[in-house]
């Protein structure tokens, strides 16, 4: 089973910047579909971004973040990115990465720690 640890989260002003990594362990990277899921204070855990499996040429947003979130991967280095540009308040949770159901967006791994993001108004 792959699993899991975030970084790269922090404080920021709004309209600033962050890219978050999701580093796996585990031999079968490639073959997965990843997404990043946030769960801010008191909500549900969202899934956000999605990026298909092998070369990553599908991706997928929500419309809360589409068009400033950029969701990739790096097979050679079991990574996948999260590039968020022009970040609001809302952005505001702690972000996590997972293998998924492409199709549905069902989580299918354990959870890591996630990495906190907060943007400052």
């Known amino acids: 089973q792959v699993q899991f640890v975030e970084s790269g989260g922090g404080l920021v002003q709004t309209g600033g910047s962050l890219r978050l990594s999701c580093v796996a362990s585990?031999?079968?990277?490639?073959?997965?579909?990843i997404g990043w899921y946030r769960q801010a204070p008191g909500k549900q855990r969202e899934l956000v971004a999605r990026?298909?499996?092998?070369?990553?040429?599908?991706?997928a947003y929500a419309d809360s973040v589409k068009g400033r979130f950029t969701v990739s991967r790096d097979n050679a280095k079991n990574t996948v990115y999260l590039q968020m540009n022009n970040l609001k308040p809302e952005d505001t949770a702690v972000y996590y990465c997972?293998?998924?159901?492409?199709?549905?967006?069902?989580?299918?791994?354990?959870w890591g720690q996630g990495t906190q993001v907060t943007v400052s108004s």
């Open positions: 997972n293998t998924l159901y492409y199709t549905t967006g069902t989580p299918l791994g354990s």
């Open positions: 990026i298909s499996s092998s070369s990553g040429s599908i991706t």
């Open positions: 585990g031999s079968a990277f490639s073959s997965n579909a």
